[in-house]
């Protein structure tokens, strides 16, 4: 697994990184890019740089197929909460991308089970995801998979550890009551099976989390640690994100920083 550290906004990385890699694909019609897509706050400023993208005629969405992570259950698709929502606001909306390349898991199901095996079915049907971006829980967890989750999972119903629920309780008012109780999420072995992985980390609060990733053997008490079992993947950070990196990638990263101070980045390998 791959450590980079960036000086720039890590939106602007991300999105940038998503250009150059569908740029490189060349999608057409009967060969489009199949794109994992996240939630939340962290990748907030890397849409924003997408959508300029597409405005500046730098990226197209036409030939681009997308598989959201995950979705609440028990609130409808037009509830301003819901990822749903989120992904017109944020992206769908702004890209002018066939609705029919967008999926997100239909939370309103009448038999969730049945949702959770055709979106593995449907992601399987189109190959593959080849790029899937994410985020990391500062309880470790990835999309929704709790610690405990099994790294051969597949998408399922998940119940919402009170740590997460309370984490997303900005975005209900503060008010934990609101926040739903379980989610439909893709599994660990899902994201595992994508040909790619950027999961995305910053600021001081999720040191805790990255710190673990680094330091720790894959394990499902910490869901994120699973990244390291994949060939192709890579963890992208800004430096408040870093401040209890301790050991060896420690001072790979110092050594980085010192002889290119003037860097926008750095790269360390993490085993």
Not at 17 to 46: E, W
Not at 59 to 66: A, E, G, K, P, Y
Request: charged share 15%; with cysteine.
């Amino acid at each position: 697994m791959q450590l980079i550290v960036t000086k720039l906004s890590v939106g602007l990385w991300a999105a940038s990184y998503i250009k150059g890699t569908v740029q490189a694909f060349g999608p057409t019609k009967n060969h489009p890019f199949v794109l994992g897509l996240p939630t939340g706050a962290t990748v907030i400023d890397m849409y924003a740089v997408l959508r300029a993208f597409v405005q500046e005629r730098l990226l197209s969405f036409q030939h681009i197929v997308t598989f959201n992570m995950d979705e609440y259950i028990g609130i409808p698709a037009d509830h301003p909460q819901s990822y749903h929502s989120y992904m017109r606001q944020h992206l769908f909306d702004a890209v002018h991308m066939p609705p029919e390349h967008a999926f997100i898991p239909d939370g309103q199901a009448t038999d969730l089970h049945a949702q959770c095996q055709q979106y593995e079915n449907t992601i399987a049907r189109m190959g593959g995801i080849d790029l899937f971006i994410g985020g990391i829980g500062r309880n470790g967890h990835i999309a929704f998979n709790e610690p405990g989750t099994p790294f051969h999972s597949r998408t399922h119903v998940q119940t919402l550890s009170p740590s997460t629920r309370e984490a997303n309780a900005r975005f209900f008012l503060n008010d934990i009551s609101r926040v739903p109780q379980q989610a439909i999420t893709v599994g660990i072995g899902t994201i595992l099976d994508a040909k790619e992985l950027l999961f995305i980390a910053n600021g001081v609060q999720k040191a805790a989390a990255v710190s673990h990733l680094i330091s720790q053997e894959p394990t499902v008490d910490w869901p994120l640690t699973a990244l390291k079992l994949h060939p192709h993947a890579s963890l992208l950070v800004d430096l408040d994100a870093c401040v209890l990196l301790s050991g060896d990638v420690k001072t790979q990263l110092d050594q980085a920083r010192e002889q290119n101070p003037l860097a926008d980045q750095w790269t360390v390998e993490v085993k």
